[in-house]
């Protein structure tokens, strides 16, 4: 590294002081924590985005978002060259930078890395970065932060793309390495003329059947009810009514989104008794989840929630019902490529309800550890992989090779027999393919297939709902002295250690019918999390009680003075 490169660093660095006595790690959100003090960290951040551009000599992303916290908050996080998230290879040396006391042993670490890296340092080749931000008043200085970290790199260039939801971002990344358009008007573009071509192709049985096509979405008072405004307008087929769009004075997340929407199972802020009967949506902070409600009758706030479970669900049988039509035609060739290998990925948080109904629909079920980059791992390991999360994160992935022969099948279908059920089978399933954002989940995308496929089927929100009934299910924490004591197995299905203790959480599970439950450590505080599911409410909260005393008795305060 030259000596004016290694001068440009400290000068930078010695602008942000870190905060003091907080250690900050980075995780499947980036940095997140109270934004006043992320400058430091958020600056460092421009460094390491400006460092894996010339290491993957690809155009990256850096995005400024808390996601579903509290409006205070803020964080940072990495999009890695194929629009997903920052390798995992890369983590700890974030934590070290962002950890690093001083400008000087930041310079060390930075100057240890790229020789392990191999990373080719000379101010010639430029590194790329896509920033993008959410809607907190916080955003607009964390953002100089990263471009002046970003600057301290010869040769790095930061393009600003303004505020966008995350999934944009990402969506960007992907395009920009792609060499596609990346810019929001592209991404606006993608998204509704796919909506558009999968209601053109709705059957004619079900566009004359009276289905209501009215949706009233929640905005969580974020960057996604005001990009939402802008995409309602290039829809047709669709009537979108957006609420707590962030224009009303209403708070980031308080009282609103989809985070709220799932864990509390109340309505909104902004929705009660008027909207009884109606199908409504909610997405988090910044759009890059999304759940369903509808509110039963005007006698409380409690809803109806329909959850990611749910959408994978609609998502897996609206495939596989399009898979099968388009089978039906090339039997006759030998090498057709059109039996997909669809695959379905989901956690132990599932609802079981949900995976019992995808093994009966024929579906390969595989299960991960509890992290979308599990998920997005093992899904990319199908022709189409499906992965949600209840929370209502998730995607849907195509191999290029599966999406190519798609084409090319496409193609011959519309030589020997335009419009064929065969070649609308086709179109459908490349439709959805441009439609769902491939590099996260997207709220926005999703909400649009969610609509597409409602359309198709001409169902309500309730016939929706009655793909399956969910079992009642109870989520506790206890608090341990080591979380670190618990180990599992199994897609943390089954605790290894402490010995003795997956015996005892057997032993209660076979008392209840319906009876399922497991324990994993927290990533982040020392609790241990319990998860338990019954036939019944009253069962499930007995057996999940149960199991806690069971992780008290093993590893509680208690037990340390055995």
Not at 172 to 195: C, D, G, H, L, W
Not at 367 to 375: A, E, I, N, R, S
Not at 410 to 423: C, F, R
Not at 460 to 472: A, C, E
Request: proline share 3%; hydrophobic share 40%.
């Amino acid at each position: 590294m030259k000596e004016e490169q290694r001068l440009l660093i400290l000068q930078s660095s010695s602008l942000f002081a870190p905060p003091e006595g907080v250690k900050l790690s980075y995780g499947t959100a980036g940095f997140r924590a109270d934004a006043s003090i992320l400058k430091s960290t958020v600056h460092r951040v421009g460094i390491l985005t400006a460092l894996r551009s010339l290491k993957t000599r690809s155009v990256v992303g850096l995005m400024i978002t808390a996601s579903h916290n509290k409006v205070t908050d803020n964080g940072v996080k990495i999009v890695d060259p194929s629009g997903g998230m920052l390798s995992q290879e890369w983590e700890p040396f974030a934590d070290q930078l962002a950890n690093a006391e001083t400008p000087e042993a930041l310079l060390s670490l930075i100057t240890e890395f790229i020789e392990k890296e191999k990373i080719s340092f000379d101010g010639v080749r430029t590194a790329e970065i896509l920033l993008g931000r959410d809607t907190r008043p916080s955003g607009e200085s964390l953002l100089k932060a990263a471009k002046q970290g970003i600057s301290s790199i010869f040769g790095a260039m930061a393009l600003d793309l303004g505020i966008l939801t995350t999934p944009q971002l990402h969506w960007m990344v992907r395009a920009r390495n792609k060499s596609m358009a990346a810019t929001e008007p592209a991404y606006f573009e993608q998204i509704s003329s796919s909506f558009r071509c999968l209601v053109d192709l709705i059957p004619n049985e079900t566009k004359s059947s009276k289905m209501d096509n009215r949706v009233v979405v929640d905005g969580a008072d974020g960057v996604g009810g005001e990009k939402l405004e802008v995409l309602k307008n290039m829809l047709t087929g669709l009537v979108i009514e957006v609420r707590n769009t962030g224009k009303g004075g209403g708070l980031l997340n308080d009282g609103v989104g989809a985070d709220y929407v799932q864990k509390e199972k109340v309505v909104p802020r902004g929705f009660g008794s008027n909207d009884v009967g109606i199908r409504c949506a909610s997405l988090d902070g910044d759009a890059d989840r999304i759940v369903y409600f509808k509110v039963p009758d005007n006698s409380s706030s409690r809803i109806d929630l329909v959850d990611g479970d749910k959408m994978l669900s609609l998502f897996a049988l609206f495939i596989k019902e399009q898979l099968s039509i388009l089978t039906k035609a090339g039997n006759e060739n030998p090498n057709n490529n059109s039996q997909a290998r669809l695959g379905v990925v989901q956690t132990a948080y599932a609802n079981g309800a949900s995976t019992d109904y995808l093994k009966q629909l024929g579906l390969e079920v595989i299960f991960t550890p509890t992290g979308v980059k599990h998920l997005h791992e093992k899904a990319a390991q199908f022709d189409i992989g499906i992965y949600f999360e209840a929370n209502g994160h998730g995607t849907i992935l195509f191999s290029e090779s599966w999406l190519s022969w798609l084409e090319a099948r496409n193609n011959e279908l519309s030589l020997v027999s335009e419009g064929s059920e065969q070649q609308k089978a086709a179109l459908r399933l490349l439709s959805v393919s441009k439609l769902i954002n491939q590099a996260v989940g997207d709220a926005l995308s999703s909400l649009l297939l969610v609509e597409a496929i409602l359309q198709h089927k001409g169902w309500s929100i309730d016939d929706w709902n009655k793909l399956y009934q969910d079992l009642p299910s109870r989520q506790l924490k206890v608090k341990v002295v080591d979380r670190t004591a618990v180990t599992t197995t199994n897609a943390e299905t089954i605790a290894v250690s402490p010995p003795g203790i997956q015996e005892a959480i057997d032993a209660e599970i076979a008392k209840y019918p319906k009876g399922r439950c497991f324990i994993r450590p927290s990533g982040t505080e020392d609790v241990i999390r319990v998860y338990a599911e019954a036939s019944t409410q009253e069962a499930a909260d007995s057996l999940a009680d149960s199991v806690a005393k069971i992780v008290d008795r093993f590893l509680g305060f208690g037990s340390s003075e055995q």
